[in-house]
């Protein structure tokens, strides 16, 4: 999906952020869920079954690989294309965990 689509829906799906700890730190979309790719096998219970995913990561290749794996596995997933990046590029904000504006990085 494309940052624009998913902005415009956001009450309709559940952001999933695969990027590892630092990338998170730095900006992520307000509301996301955190969970490295490397850790999602792990802690799929975490992840919630009845409303579409978007997965996110900095370009869109790792958050690809996610929303793959989670469809395999029957969940309801979809790729933020091009990522934080693209969303950032599109004009919409990114947050730190202490509210100030995000950065991708």
């Given at each position: 999906?494309?940052?624009?689509?998913?902005?415009?829906?956001?009450?309709?799906?559940?952001?999933?952020?695969?990027r590892e700890g630092p990338?998170?730190?730095a900006g992520h979309i307000e509301g996301s869920q955190h969970i490295p790719?490397?850790?999602l096998g792990a802690?799929?219970?975490e992840v919630p079954e009845q409303v579409t995913v978007?997965?996110?990561?900095?370009?869109?290749?790792?958050?690809?690989v996610a929303a793959g794996g989670l469809r395999r596995m029957g969940r309801d997933a979809?790729?933020?294309?091009?990522?934080?990046a693209a969303w950032q590029?599109?004009?919409l904000p990114l947050v730190r965990e202490d509210g100030a504006?995000?950065?991708?990085i």
């Amino acid at each position: 999906m494309e940052p624009q689509e998913v902005a415009a829906a956001r009450e309709r799906f559940h952001l999933l952020d695969v990027r590892e700890g630092p990338e998170w730190t730095a900006g992520h979309i307000e509301g996301s869920q955190h969970i490295p790719l490397g850790q999602l096998g792990a802690r799929l219970a975490e992840v919630p079954e009845q409303v579409t995913v978007v997965t996110v990561c900095r370009s869109g290749h790792r958050s690809d690989v996610a929303a793959g794996g989670l469809r395999r596995m029957g969940r309801d997933a979809l790729n933020l294309e091009g990522g934080v990046a693209a969303w950032q590029r599109a004009g919409l904000p990114l947050v730190r965990e202490d509210g100030a504006p995000g950065r991708v990085i």
